[in-house]
């Protein structure tokens, strides 16, 4: 079950992107494009999933997307991943995406979460084993 937007009172995980959100990234009704935030999620996991990883990985699956709150133009867009499970040749990131509206207040209101799934891959594009941790 996710966790409840007016529980969450501050990010989980390492900060690892932080973007604005420009008007070309607006969908029909003016709200940043879900598909974009997305992006910027899967970005942010990707990063800390290649450091774990120590290569190059490739996202294979995306759990429990639920969007709690639209995002605005001009909004700072902050991702903030950590690791739920790493497996054999997998990885499992959890990241968290929080905004900080323009021209209000400090506070960051998160927005959305979801486990993204990244597999290590080796020179071919063949599966990887995932190296112990350092």
Not at 12 to 28: E, F, H, Q, Y
Not at 51 to 76: C, I, K, L, N, S
Not at 113 to 124: E, R
Request: aromatic share 6%.
């Amino acid at each position: 079950m996710s966790e409840s937007i007016e529980t969450a009172t501050a990010p989980k995980g390492r900060l690892s992107i932080r973007t604005i959100a420009m008007p070309a990234d607006t969908n029909p009704h003016g709200h940043i494009f879900g598909g974009w935030l997305m992006s910027q999620m899967d970005l942010a996991g990707g990063i800390h999933a290649y450091q774990r990883a120590r290569g190059r990985v490739a996202t294979v699956a995306v759990e429990g997307m639920e969007f709690h709150q639209p995002v605005f133009v001009g909004d700072e867009v902050s991702c903030y991943s950590d690791i739920a499970h790493v497996g054999r040749t997998s990885i499992a990131i959890r990241v968290e995406a929080w905004v900080r509206r323009r021209c209000m207040d400090i506070a960051q209101i998160k927005v959305t979460s979801a486990i993204f799934t990244y597999v290590a891959m080796g020179d071919g594009n063949e599966k990887r084993d995932v190296p112990p941790e350092a």
